[in-house]
């Protein structure tokens, strides 16, 4: 099979399309593997220089892999490498499954680069940590996706401003790929060049010598200081800071730049760090000012941009595995998983949130969202005492790893990663909420895992939010939709750096509500409805369910609690339809206010009208608030399990169609969803978004229904 180097995103192969074509570089060939044996999953090793083919990629055979692993050819040295493995379920261990070696792969060049990056931070390598990073990471096609897009190597099929809340975007499927990426990033023939040339010496691309400064020595404060003080200073500041020291100091205007200034500008914090451990490989003393003026010249060039792209995905992996290094240990009891099947289970009634979660049941692929590697519990105490939440920082997203539970006698509760540098005590504000009972959490979920976390106590008072969840789908984990019921044990799933799952039971068996309600069951955006709004829909059994990973997307008219709904004047429709093709897409459904609610005349479900698209379908409704015209009843048509659209009725008897196609629907395969509240008041619309074949927008709906009496 095909796969990219885990770090730049280049193929590693000998050819990419098809034997007949040129082979790629000989660096592209060169590889090594942290790799492990069937489910060895603690005993990852790291393999010598590995060689690629066509489809095929091969590394040495070394004793620890035993003796029932495939060679190349019998007696070869050789043997069979899995890269990028993604399904572990029974199936894939035999037969014409893939080969018992498996693991991830690196350029050789990649890997050096990568290695030297962790050496001048002080960090050595750890394998193991390595592999277990690399497989908590989804296989997208030939490649681990991190997150991002490799600098341009890679695509995805949208773009980010085209997703909907709890989407992530794939990579799009080529074999194709630039010049830049064919360039080994760690022998770059430029920089010989510059070596073995003079012509930079004079180059003057920053005159950093500058004119002598006019101001009198006595009034200089730098004037007092040894040379060797002066020398530190000018290696610990940037180049154009120097610039301007010596344009204003007599002092420095008159000191000649040691050379270890011109070295500093290659090591961490200088401008060239990401290309100084290529250069220092071709570099002798006394010819650092020399390279410094030739980089200036280049650096805009394809190859140094290359070493560039490549060294900020090593930075971005160390920063990983360092995160990976300070937490060190998984706390908590071990809870029988997948991975851990020896481990004791946990049976009890657990309410469990997470995000697009691999399950592991069935044939399931890890080619999105994520997996749960290690499955942990503690018990609570009778009382707790502070709660501290431990973080990680992922591609500039935070993601909670850990909790810290002290109890009243001082001793600890740790689950999962702490991190004493990166972990905060949520603030209860003039409450003493922290020092009782839990009752729940809030989260805040994308695709990947938990990204905030804040605190519900038995008493019901919440505390502020650790890590991040504005933007981000919400969940309330509760036992109870009718009642605060305190939390007796909890459980979670951890990759090797953040919590993806989290689970919590009461203290004794039936302690979960069976009444739980939609509010406190589901995902939603931007959060749950408020407690005394009840969700309706989608209703009708033939309707597929929704994904538990993707939220509902709600708007609720007048405001956030709905008080307001007497002032909606206006609903506005939107879509794009290909009508030949059949294809629809409703992207979505604007309520305007006659005056501004919550800041805004306006709540949207989905997005704002882009009046850019093409084939725009634009359909509305205007009511008359002074005569008390509200909606009634909405239904939803749905014609081989796609939304075409949906009608609303209002008190005053009339009817509004938002349907693009209403020729098109068949009266066999179409389906009505109503919704009719006999007690209450609707007072807003919810809906999941996506993507689906050719087709994005809203796939379903349901709507907001608010049972106090006042309102109806």
Known sequence: MF?????????VAKFIDGRSSPPLPEWMRCFRAVYSTLDEWDSASLSGVGEAEYYSHHIPYEASMGTGVARRDPGSPMVWLDPLRFSFSKSCRRGYGPPPVWGFIFHCSCWDLFSANCLSHGLTVDIQDLFHVCRSQPISI????????YGSICDREREQGTL????????????????????????IPTFKEIFHSQRNQDAGILDLQSRPSEQPAKLDSFSSLPREILSQIVCMVGSMDVLNLRLASRTYSSMPLPDRFWRSRFELGGEFEDVGEVAFRVMSPGSWKSMYNGMRLIESSPEIGNLKRVWKHTNQLRGLLQQREQAGYCHGTTVRSFFEPDAQAMDMDWVTASGNLLEHKGQGAFKEGSMALWCRAVTMPATCGAVSISYATILEKTYISGIKIDRINKEQIKLGFIHPEQEAIPDWG????????????????DARGIRGIRILSASGSLSAWVGDYRGIARRNLVLSSSELVAIGHIKAGFDALKLVSLSIAGSEVGATSSQMTGRDTQLWY????????????PLHPDLPPKPNHIPWSRAIFGGQNGDFTGGLVEIVFWATAIR????LCIHGVEFRFNSFV????????????????ENIYVSSLTLDPTAGERIIQIEAAYDIDVLQGFTIETNLGRRKEFIPFPNHLDPVTTVWDVFQPSNGTIVGMFGAFGAWGRRSGLRSIGVIVDE???SS
Request: proline share 9%; with cysteine.
């Open 3 to 11: 796969a990219d180097c885990l770090i730049c995103g280049a193929p």
């Open 580 to 583: 030949f093709e059949g294809i």
């Open 708 to 710: 106090d009496p006042r």
């Open 164 to 187: 909907y809340v709890g989407e992530e975007a794939p990579f799009l499927l080529t074999q194709q790929i630039c010049d830049m990426g064919k360039l080994d990033p760690f022998d």
């Open 430 to 445: 003039n409450d003493k909420g922290g020092q009782e009972k839990l009752a729940g959490f809030h989260l805040a979920i």
């Open 142 to 149: 030939s490649a681990i996706d991190w997150g991002h897009k």
């Open 598 to 613: 919550d800041g805004s005349d306006s709540v949207v479900l989905g997005k704002r009208f882009d009046p850019d698209a």
């Open 526 to 537: 931007p959060e749950p409805p408020r407690l005394g709004l009840q969700a309706l829909g």
